[in-house]
């Protein structure tokens, strides 16, 4: 896959590239930007396929592995990724912009433990992620879509809880954020109606003091927004 090409498609059942369910935004990309693409794509970008990846593969070191979906800029990645250094992560992003400064940072600073994938979470897990062979899911800042004839374009819908759950390790984790009130309260409910799933906190949870604040969450917070964490593990 060609990640400047402005396009990031699903695959449907045979992998094969289907109509895409968002529209990209393109922009220009800054010089550092287009470099990385060039320096660092081989070493730090997992390309889609319709295949089950050995992680292995792609990381120096066996540990837990982690999957953020829709990591933004990517600073809090990055902050992460290098503090814990003893997990690996694996980042899904289809906007370019943040991609490749994420891309960026990950080559400059030789991040060993974090890879990056520009494709269709929902076929990345599908397609690419075994079953049972995740630790956690980070998913910060999801995009609320607030009118509510929108609300079916929420990425926290029963069918994805279920799929990420199928994912997980026994006792792995799902970790969200938002700031967006009633989708917080909308993510304790999916992730209640999913069997496998179980909320310690009975609701909301308390925020992880290794999570970085997020430029999302400071905008957020500017405009005094409540931000709601939820925590979930797999039985």
Same mark, same amino acid.
């Given at each position: 896959? %060609?990640?400047?090409?402005?396009?990031? /498609?699903?695959?449907? *059942?045979?992998?094969?590239?289907?109509?895409?369910?968002?529209?990209?935004?393109?922009?220009?990309?800054?010089?550092?930007?287009?470099?990385?693409?060039?320096?660092?794509?081989?070493?730090?970008?997992? !390309?889609?396929?319709?295949?089950?990846? %050995?992680?292995?593969?792609?990381?120096?070191?066996?540990?837990?592995?982690? =999957? *953020?979906? @829709?990591?933004?800029?990517?600073?809090? $990645?990055? +902050?992460?990724?290098?503090?814990?250094? %003893?997990?690996? &992560?694996?980042?899904?992003?289809?906007?370019?912009?943040?991609? $490749?400064?994420?891309?960026?940072?990950?080559?400059?600073?030789? =991040?060993?433990?974090?890879?990056?994938?520009?494709? /269709?979470?929902?076929?990345?897990?599908?397609?690419?992620?075994? /079953? +049972?062979?995740? %630790?956690?899911?980070?998913?910060? &800042?999801?995009?609320?879509?607030?009118?509510? #004839?929108?609300?079916?374009?929420?990425? =926290?819908?029963?069918?994805?809880?279920?799929?990420?759950? #199928?994912?997980?390790?026994?006792?792995?984790?799902?970790?969200?954020?938002?700031?967006? *009130? *009633?989708?917080?309260?909308?993510?304790?409910?999916?992730?209640?109606?999913? +069997?496998?799933?179980?909320? !310690?906190?009975? @609701?909301?949870?308390? !925020?992880?003091?290794?999570?970085?604040? $997020?430029? &999302?969450?400071?905008?957020?917070?500017?405009?005094?927004? !409540?931000?709601?964490? =939820?925590?979930?593990?797999?039985?």
């Amino acid at each position: 896959m %060609d990640i400047l090409n402005g396009r990031v /498609d699903k695959a449907d *059942e045979n992998g094969k590239r289907a109509v895409r369910s968002f529209v990209l935004r393109k922009g220009k990309l800054s010089q550092y930007q287009l470099d990385a693409v060039e320096k660092f794509s081989d070493r730090y970008v997992i !390309p889609y396929k319709n295949g089950f990846i %050995d992680y292995n593969d792609y990381f120096e070191k066996d540990q837990k592995l982690i =999957i *953020e979906i @829709g990591f933004g800029n990517g600073t809090s $990645t990055r +902050e992460m990724s290098l503090r814990m250094s %003893d997990r690996n &992560f694996i980042g899904i992003e289809v906007f370019l912009n943040g991609f $490749t400064k994420l891309l960026h940072q990950a080559g400059t600073d030789r =991040i060993e433990n974090l890879r990056l994938i520009r494709f /269709d979470a929902v076929s990345v897990l599908n397609d690419m992620i075994r /079953d +049972e062979s995740v %630790d956690g899911f980070h998913i910060f &800042f999801p995009d609320p879509w607030p009118k509510k #004839r929108h609300h079916k374009r929420r990425l =926290i819908q029963v069918p994805f809880a279920q799929l990420l759950a #199928r994912k997980l390790k026994k006792g792995g984790y799902i970790y969200c954020v938002t700031d967006w *009130e *009633e989708y917080a309260y909308q993510m304790v409910e999916v992730f209640d109606a999913v +069997e496998q799933l179980n909320n !310690p906190y009975g @609701g909301f949870a308390e !925020p992880a003091s290794w999570r970085p604040v $997020t430029v &999302f969450e400071k905008k957020g917070l500017e405009k005094e927004y !409540p931000i709601n964490e =939820i925590w979930v593990e797999k039985k």
